[in-house]
């Protein structure tokens, strides 16, 4: 795979083989890798999401990448980064399917395209909660194909429509040229603008189920996304409110 030029800032580590993008930047980042290194597998043995699951390899394994950063900021400031992935990662896809497509986010890591999951984000990090040393916000997108065993619940950018013969290379380009503007607009006008793109294509009224980083399983309806990103859920037994890290579980002592 040929990646075109990437933006200022950002360098590409680009690896043909590798187990998995997600342990690849997270060794790298322990190991003192600087801020903007983009780490990209093009045919991982396997791919990891939370609690040490493993994603689904359709039979063309798809874009499986990885930035590295390194915010100095607290844990409370940095969890906000996810979301602001989630949004760079849809706006990238949204460039290489048909214009109907439907782009939504399940709350708090997914990306939809007509209500399969597409692709999922995944975020690392080390430090105390007053200032992270390392953060790795990785991603895992399908594209050819996506996982035979979850039929409907998954999707790809070919199965959805693409919009003409696409170029692995340029979807990594349009994500990393995404995440720069994502990650400026977060930096400089704070977290609202972002936050906005990503709530209102959060279906509200739909049940949904989220795994917390503790295990505790959670399921309601969606009621709102709340001002700082987090879901509000009518539940079983009442309105349930759950913040981007209780899902995520960024630092919460020194380590």
Known sequence: M?????????????????????EEAIRRAREGAAEGM????ESPSRAYARHGREWLLPDDPGLH?????????????????????AVALGSAVSEFVQPMTELHYRWPNDVLLNAGKAAGVWMDAGG??????????????NTASSPDSLGHDAASIAVEGAAETFDPGEIVRAIAREFVASITTWDQTGFEPVLRQWSVRIPVGDSTAVELHDGERVEGVVERIDEHGGLVLRTADGERSLALNDFYGLPTETV
Do not use: K, N
């Open 128 to 141: 105390s909660p007053e200032s992270l040393d390392w953060l790795v916000i990785s991603w895992v997108l």
């Open 2 to 22: 040929e990646v075109p030029a990437l933006p200022s800032g950002i360098e590409l580590v680009q690896l043909e083989r590798g187990e998995s993008v997600r």
């Open 38 to 41: 983009f780490v990209v597998v």
């Open 65 to 85: 990448g990885a930035f590295v950063l390194r915010p100095e900021l607290p844990a409370t400031e940095c969890v906000e980064l996810a979301t602001v992935a």
